[in-house]
Nanobody, 121 residues
């Protein structure tokens, strides 16, 4: 059983940056794809970025060029660097670990509790 703990959320002005971290405990992350999702009130969670076991990445169109996902397997940590944040990025951000080494939709094994990101002037 793995547990994922997100941190790094907060309030930031438009154009600002935040770095979200997800630390896993209970099992390694090295052989699993990891991802970041976000959820707006009343909406389903949507993929923000994911990184496969081998390092391949995928991003939502809305964050391409602004967000970067990375992983440090030895530290069991996945990071989402978010730059040039906009009010539309305001959401609760969740970390997920996939069941396998690639980011297959709906193939999620574990979720964190989420961290709030608020972008406002």
């Amino acid at each position: 059983q793995a547990r994922l703990a997100e941190s790094g959320g907060g309030n930031v002005q438009p154009g600002g940056s935040l770095t979200l971290s997800c630390v896993a405990s209970g099992r390694t992350i090295g052989v699993y794809a990891m991802g970041w999702f976000r959820q707006y009130p009343g909406k389903q969670r949507e993929l923000v970025a994911a990184i496969a076991m081998g390092g391949d990445t995928i991003y939502a169109d809305s964050v391409k060029g602004r967000f970067t996902i990375s992983r440090e397997n030895e530290k069991k940590t996945v990071t989402l660097q978010m730059n040039n944040l906009q009010p539309a990025d305001t959401a609760v951000y969740y970390c997920t670990q996939y069941k396998g080494g690639y980011y297959i939709a709906s193939d999620y094994a574990y979720w964190g509790q989420g961290t709030q990101v608020t972008v406002s002037a």
